[in-house]
């Protein structure tokens, strides 16, 4: 089950040379524990515990960012964690065919008013960047497609109903959804053989703020697979769509944060590139990364059991 948390920030600070009106900022006290529970880590700045979801999302949870700091976010492949700072899409690209448009890198507001952030999440400011569909020259309902870098399968520790770490594989990001007659965002896991539906963006979603999705991989995805995100043009050139701060947890790489006391070397760097292959996609510094024909078909056809949440990869 996808969980969601929406995330507003609200500041009035005002010259009090000039103004009456004094600086209040809200805050809450979170008493510090002895112990975690299983599916928690310790802050170790403030002894606070935070959820292991939290761990190398791009969000501070802990006092000094402790979360974001840990060493397993450095131990994660290339391309499973990116805010799309330093020039970088961090080998996610736009597909050449089964699309009508593109993902764009962009910082500040979108290029059409009254749609699409002002902001980037990572930063919060109009300096950062994020990835978006401008859907102001686009036909209705088309669809702009972007992929991520092949990963290896989770291990089996993550797909074991029951144990400690099922459902510790996970795909977390944030999403900006705020126009008219808005598209959707849809989330696909695509596997060799197999095509399977993550999530897709509530209809209600329509605000001027960045919303959190927090989606566990199924069961199911057990070969390599690729991460793809669609946004769709709804009925109005006011339906902008964003992404920022997409990440994949530790776990879904055999990198258990919890249970580490050593030191281990980085691996959150680019791949070499290799150009004996013959790859549809738009960068040819990850072609090494997308076998051809990996992507089966430009459309998807996936049944969900709403009861328990597992989705049916089978391709129609």
């Known amino acids: 089950m996808a969980h969601i948390k929406i995330e507003t920030i609200q500041r009035r600070i005002e010259d009090s040379a000039t103004s009456n009106d004094f600086i209040v900022f809200p805050f809450f006290t979170v008493l510090p524990r002895l112990t975690c529970s299983t599916d928690e880590m310790m802050c170790s700045s403030n002894d606070v515990c935070f959820n292991t979801n939290q761990l190398c999302d791009y969000q501070d949870d802990c006092l000094f960012g402790d979360d974001e700091k840990h060493e397993a976010c450095s131990l994660v492949p290339y391309g499973s964690r990116c805010n799309f700072e330093d020039n970088s899409t961090c080998g996610w690209h736009n597909v050449l065919e089964g699309d009508q448009f593109n993902w764009t890198r962009n910082r500040g507001p979108t290029r059409t008013s009254k749609t699409g952030p002002s902001v980037d999440h990572t930063m919060g400011t109009a300096e950062g960047y994020y990835m978006y569909i401008e859907t ?64 897709e963006s509530p209809r209600w979603i329509n605000s001027d703020m960045w919303v959190n999705a927090v989606v566990p991989l199924p069961e199911s995805v057990t070969n390599r697979y690729l991460i793809e995100f669609e946004g769709s043009r709804g009925l109005s050139y006011l339906g902008d769509i964003a992404i920022d701060d997409v990440s994949l947890s530790p776990e879904c790489f055999d990198i258990w944060p919890s249970e580490m006391t050593t030191t281990l070397q980085p691996t959150n760097t680019a791949p070499p590139v290799t150009t004996n292959l013959n790859i549809n996609t738009t960068t040819s510094t990850y072609d090494a990364a997308t076998p051809k024909n990996f992507r089966l078909s430009s459309t998807h056809s996936v049944t969900t059991d709403v009861s328990s949440n597992i989705t049916d990869f089978s391709r129609r």
């Open 136 to 199: 102001s020259q686009i036909a209705n309902n088309y669809k702009a497609l972007f992929h991520s870098p092949i990963f290896p399968p989770p291990p089996p520790a993550t797909r074991t109903f029951g144990g400690e770490y099922y459902q510790r594989c996970q795909l977390r990001f944030w999403y900006h959804i705020y126009g008219q007659r808005l598209g959707i965002l849809k989330v696909y896991v695509i596997q060799d053989e197999s095509v399977g539906q993550l999530f």
